[in-house]
C-alpha cells in the first residue's frame, strides 16, 4: 500500500502560468482534501471531494480548480499562478466519518515567482 | 464552527524532560480532536484522537492526550522527551455539521529537544 502519493514534490513557476498537481490514493477512500500549509497559519482547506464526479469549496479556493474524474484521484489546479500561492500544498483522504483518521501524502512544495 | 487554539508556537525541552504541547478548541457541539505531527519535509501522521469515548487518549510513541470538557482543552503530553520528538504538532477539530468531514487545524507548535 502506497498510500496517499503526490506529484510533484517541488515545482518553481512563474506568474501567470499554470499547472496541475495531482493526488492519488490506494485505499478505496471516498473522501479526499487539499489544504495548503503556510508558517504560522497551519493547514487551511482549498477544496474537498466526497466522492467521484464530486468537489466542492474549502476555505481558500480563489485561484483553484479540482476535479475528481476517478475515485482515487483528486487533480488540484492553478490556472494562473500567483506569488501569494507559494505554499506546501498537502492531500489527504478519508473513509468519511467525523471520527475517521485523514490519511496525508507527503506534499508538493510550490514557488511561484 | 469549530476552532482550535494552539499556545506557543515554539516550545523547547531536554531530552528526558516531560513534553506538554497546549491546545484549546472551540465548538458549539461535543467535538472530535486530533493531534498530528509533521516531521521535517513529510507529510502529517496522526499521533492520536478523541472521539467521545475514553477522555484520556493514548497515541503512538509515548504520547497521550486529556479532553477536558470544562476548560475545552485537549493538550498533549509525554513524560520523557527524546530527540526523535523533535517535529511540528498539530492539533485539529472535525467540521461537525457541515458534511465536508475536514479539520480545522491549529497553526502548529514547533518542539525542539535540546541534548
Known amino acids: 500500500n502506497a498510500g496517499v502519493t503526490q506529484t510533484p514534490k517541488f515545482r518553481v513557476l512563474k506568474t501567470g502560468q499554470s499547472m496541475t498537481l495531482l493526488c492519488a490514493q490506494d485505499?478505496?477512500?471516498?473522501?479526499m482534501y487539499w489544504y495548503r500549509q503556510d508558517p504560522g497559519m497551519g493547514l487551511r482547506l482549498i477544496h474537498y471531494s466526497v466522492g467521484e464526479g464530486t468537489t466542492a469549496k474549502g476555505e481558500v479556493p480563489d485561484g483553484y480548480n479540482v476535479s475528481r474524474l476517478k475515485k482515487q484521484n483528486f487533480l488540484l489546479g492553478l490556472e494562473s499562478a500567483a506569488p501569494s500561492q507559494t505554499s506546501v500544498y498537502f492531500c489527504?483522504?478519508?473513509?468519511?466519518?467525523?471520527?475517521?483518521?485523514?490519511?496525508f501524502g507527503p506534499g508538493t512544495r510550490l514557488t511561484v515567482l | 464552527a469549530q476552532s482550535v487554539t494552539q499556545l506557543g508556537s515554539h516550545v523547547s525541552v531536554s531530552e528526558g524532560a516531560l513534553v506538554l504541547l497546549r491546545c484549546n478548541y472551540s465548538?458549539?457541539?461535543?467535538?472530535?480532536l486530533f493531534w498530528y505531527v509533521q516531521y521535517p519535509n513529510q507529510g502529517l501522521q496522526l499521533l492520536l484522537k478523541y472521539t467521545s469515548a475514553a477522555t484520556l487518549v493514548k497515541g503512538i510513541n509515548g504520547f497521550e492526550a486529556e479532553f477536558k470538557k470544562s476548560e475545552t482543552s485537549f493538550h498533549l503530553t509525554k513524560p520523557s522527551a527524546h530527540m526523535s520528538d523533535a517535529a511540528e504538532y498539530f492539533c485539529?477539530?472535525?467540521?461537525?455539521?457541515?458534511?465536508?468531514?475536514?479539520?480545522?487545524f491549529g497553526s502548529g507548535t514547533r518542539l525542539q529537544v535540546q541534548p
Open positions: 485539529a477539530v472535525s467540521d461537525l455539521g457541515t458534511g465536508r468531514r475536514a479539520l480545522t
Open positions: 485505499m478505496n477512500h471516498e473522501y
Open positions: 465548538s458549539s457541539v461535543p467535538p472530535y
Open positions: 489527504a483522504s478519508s473513509q468519511g466519518l467525523d471520527t475517521d483518521t485523514q490519511y
